[in-house]
């Protein structure tokens, strides 16, 4: 059935401005005849605000004596986040499916912001530190479809976790010496003492699986940290490998025997790797720091490679947490976490893993401040579209070589994952949710991402 596009039901209808139409024009104009002697830039100074910037190429004769100057790649398009909305959400919207890793629920009471709960309950996933002091109640009153986490540290526990914990759990060197973690905590060895420390959190699970639909355990790696004696038998080598991910397999397939409707995720960072023992039990995994710098390869190409390869080899029903951050461009914790405006490269890199994570059905986006400081209500345009239900699997090559896209009822994602722009042509006018224009031709820039919403009835 034929439909017009539309926001969803959690926010009113966008209204075209009068800027929109100038904007529209000049777009038009910059994606003319490969002989256009003029290029259109289009940038946002706000989330309701956008600026044209005209530059002429250097072979071009200048209409006026001082050209006016290309924005700074450090300051292009800076903009603030908006906070979700905290109206129920309608069970009818069919959007990019949303994460939100909120284990640090501190960064979340602390903040001032009122109804943290209703506003929480606006993405599809969130997951939450045990601890939270928030009404699991008036979120699912909110979003009755939400899917709540619980998080749980594996690698060293924290809060009401280490109530029972044993000193003889801490993970040590081959001369006794404890390890501690980069975020100033011991670690837990869980192969020591019959994995005594595994058995301790499905204790502490099972105290609270009621409240909960699943768990990410956070930092199930797939080796355990340099110089940990996992065996304790004063050597370091590969047994101390296979301990590790013995004790790792055992949570999981406890896990699995004790909460068999749960969604049973981990995160290691990088996603795992194909082959991997964990997901016998696991229904996927987190790519924490996707398209960053911070754990590794920050392309699209090995996200694009990770989540097809935890969708194929997860549990049913397969669930894949791409999670961007502002960990890039060898931006520092403490730069995160005093970050008060995006760059244009961080609205980049947001598309593109928003856009990416609707090429699958088995994916979930979220963004954020980055390791250690998850715990944000940020909230952007393309978070709002109501795409409708996939036509079918995703094409590639679709709009030139190296494009991803996949059609929709109410219009089309394309992802562009080359070092080049790209230019698509539509039949019929189309809004670009980003950029807030509506035309038939659109540019794409490198390594980007657009959501283009069909206007009107699709034919």
């Known amino acids: 059935m034929d439909r017009p596009f539309r926001w969803s039901g959690r926010r009113a209808a966008m209204r075209k401005a009068p800027m929109a139409i100038l904007l529209s024009m000049l777009f038009l104009a910059a994606c003319g005849s490969p002989g256009t002697p003029r290029v259109v830039v289009v940038t946002a100074t706000s989330v309701r605000q956008m600026v044209v910037v005209t530059t002429t190429p250097a072979d071009t004769p200048e209409p006026a004596p001082t050209p006016t100057p290309e924005p700074s790649a450090a300051t292009v398009n800076p903009l603030a986040w908006q906070l979700p909305p905290t109206t129920p959400v309608d069970s009818e919207r069919r959007g990019p499916r949303l994460v939100n890793y909120a284990h640090r629920y501190d960064l979340l009471v602390t903040s001032g912001i009122p109804d943290i709960e209703e506003r929480l309950a606006q993405w599809d996933v969130i997951i939450l530190n045990p601890d939270h002091h928030l009404s699991l109640d008036r979120i699912r009153q909110t979003n009755p479809d939400i899917r709540i986490l619980v998080w749980i540290p594996l690698q060293g526990p924290s809060g009401s976790l280490y109530d029972g914990f044993r000193p003889s759990w801490n993970c040590r060197t081959v001369d006794g010496t404890t390890l501690i973690a980069p975020w100033n905590e011991p670690l837990a060895n869980p192969y020591a003492d019959d994995c005594g420390y595994v058995y301790h959190v499905l204790d502490y699970l099972q105290d609270r699986h009621q409240h909960y639909d699943g768990v990410l355990y956070d930092c199930m790696w797939m080796h355990p940290r340099s110089g940990a004696d996992i065996n304790e038998d004063g050597r370091l080598d590969d047994l101390d490998v296979q301990a590790f991910q013995s004790a790792m397999l055992t949570l999981l397939r406890e896990t699995r025997q004790r909460f068999p409707g749960w969604i049973i995720t981990g995160n290691g960072g990088l996603p795992w790797p194909p082959g991997s023992a964990y997901y016998q039990y696991a229904n996927g995994n987190m790519h924490e720091n996707a398209l960053g710098d911070q754990f590794g390869d920050p392309g ?132 670009d949710v980003s950029l807030r224009l509506e035309a038939t031709t659109f540019l794409i820039p490198p390594n980007d991402a657009r959501i283009l919403l069909v206007v009107g009835d699709r034919e």
Not at 327 to 349: G, P
Not at 375 to 388: A, H, I, N, P, R
Not at 403 to 409: A, D, G, K, L, Y
């Open 300 to 431: 699209w190409s090995y996200m694009w490679w990770a989540y097809n390869t935890v969708t194929a080899e997860s549990q049913e029903p397969p669930c894949h947490f791409i999670n961007v951050d502002v960990r890039a461009s060898t931006r520092s914790q403490t730069q995160a976490a005093h970050l008060n405006l995006l760059t244009e490269d961080d609205l980049r890199r947001l598309r593109l893993g928003l856009v990416g994570s609707m090429l699958l059905d088995s994916g979930y986006f979220g963004f954020d401040r980055g390791d250690c400081l998850h715990g944000q209500l940020w909230w952007f345009d393309e978070y709002d579209v109501d795409v409708g239900d996939a036509l079918g699997p995703y094409s590639q090559d679709l709009y030139g070589p190296g494009t991803f896209s996949r059609e929709f009822e109410n219009g089309v994602v394309i992802l562009n994952g080359t070092d080049s722009p790209i230019r698509v042509e539509l039949d019929t006018t189309h809004l």
